[in-house]
């Protein structure tokens, strides 16, 4: 059966009639999990499988940075495809492996940007995309994980492709706030990670975004020996219509528009909380009092009782002396001897301690005389 072309137009019109269908449809969020979850098992069982395999189908990061231990001459037999096919890797395409792998790594820092992205792809990546991929839209978003939806060029039978792009910075505007101008700069033109659930992406570039530090989902450990040993391009047609999408006037807005609504579902999120922290500790208090287990204050009373006690002893005597001295000197000059000062002092240690406690303490010293 002949293989079925499309004009750039035909291809468009599908493309469209399939969202459509897909909207309609609903349960897009679930179809894209199934996708990535499904992938990331087959690949759990290829790996699993590999332990017991005599020639393994995968060489990792790890056993290639050993290379410097291997023979010159040593040679690799390994599988390759489903059918038991054998491929054979000496010492140097190890090196040629470790040297591509070098050149990656230290490539990007921890998030790739749309434009590095597009601007880092293979030119028929590029060509793919324009010729075959009209459309991506964005489905739903957690956090700062967008998830697009793209059309599919049919060649292999889909109908669309799932596409998951998370902003590196989103949840921290969310959080301290951005002007428009920020938004911009740090979301559609900062850094961040991808994944697409096409083969392409899989096989070809799922381990260069592993190696970078740009992947998003499933990390890739099995270096693509066969498909893309020298490490090339970036991303598939679907990716890059997502990333075009993202630098459009289009994306700034919807990415805006995401943003404040995260933000005014923080403050609010922020007040409700703080409302219902209140209202439970009010509940408490309230609780504590229907069942008659309000707290006594307490102190060490006996202490205090005694540092009183020394401190009305102290003005006492003070007082005392005072009224003594004054006695005097009236009798040296003559004249009548005052108990305004006294009373004054009195009063004031009756103000401080109460009358019950002055008295006793007049009494005890009178006593002691």
């Not at 894209?32 to 992938?39: D, E, H, I, L, P």
Request: net charge positive.
């Amino acid at each position: 059966m002949a293989k079925q072309t499309f004009t750039a137009d035909a291809l468009r019109q599908i493309a469209i009639e399939n969202l459509k269908q897909v909207a309609e449809q609903g349960g897009i969020n679930k179809k894209a999990n199934t996708r990535f979850k499904g992938s990331e098992a087959s690949r759990n069982d290829e790996w699993n499988a590999d332990l017991k395999r005599a020639k393994p189908k995968f060489i990792t990061t790890s056993d290639i940075n050993k290379m410097q231990n291997y023979d010159v001459g040593q040679v690799f037999e390994m599988t390759y495809g489903n059918q038991g096919a054998t491929i054979t890797l000496t010492a140097d395409d190890l090196k040629v492996f470790k040297s591509n792998i070098d050149l990656l790594a230290g490539q990007y820092l921890k998030g790739i940007t749309a434009k590095q992205v597009i601007d880092s792809s293979l030119p028929i990546d590029i060509q793919r995309s324009n010729e075959q991929i009209f459309l991506a839209t964005p489905i739903s978003r957690k956090d700062g994980l967008v998830h697009f939806l793209t059309n599919a060029s049919r060649e292999n039978g889909a109908i669309n492709h799932h596409v998951n792009v998370e902003f590196l910075a989103f949840q921290q505007l969310a959080a301290f706030g951005a002007d428009n101008k920020t938004a911009k700069n740090l979301l559609n033109f900062g850094k961040l990670k991808f994944e697409c659930d096409c083969g392409r992406h899989d096989y070809w570039y799922r381990y260069i975004a592993t190696i970078g530090g740009y992947g998003a989902g499933r990390q890739e450990h099995g270096y693509p020996k066969i498909r893309n040993q020298y490490l090339s391009g970036v991303a598939c047609k679907h990716v890059l219509r997502v990333m075009q999408y993202i630098r459009s006037p289009m994306g700034i807005n919807y990415l805006w528009q995401q943003l404040q609504k995260t933000a005014q579902k923080q403050t609010a999120e922020q007040q409700q909380k703080r409302q219902t922290q209140t209202k439970q500790q009010i509940q408490k208090q309230i609780d504590e009092l229907a069942r008659k287990k309000t707290k006594a204050i307490s102190g060490d009373h006996d202490a205090v009782q005694k540092r009183l006690l020394e401190r009305m002893e102290r003005m006492a005597k003070a007082a005392q002396h005072a009224a003594q001295k004054q006695t005097e000197r009236a009798a040296k000059n003559g004249t009548a001897y005052s108990k305004k000062k006294a009373e004054s002092q009195l009063q004031s240690m009756i103000n401080t301690f109460g009358k019950a406690e002055v008295e006793a303490m007049l009494k005890a010293m009178k006593g002691g005389e």
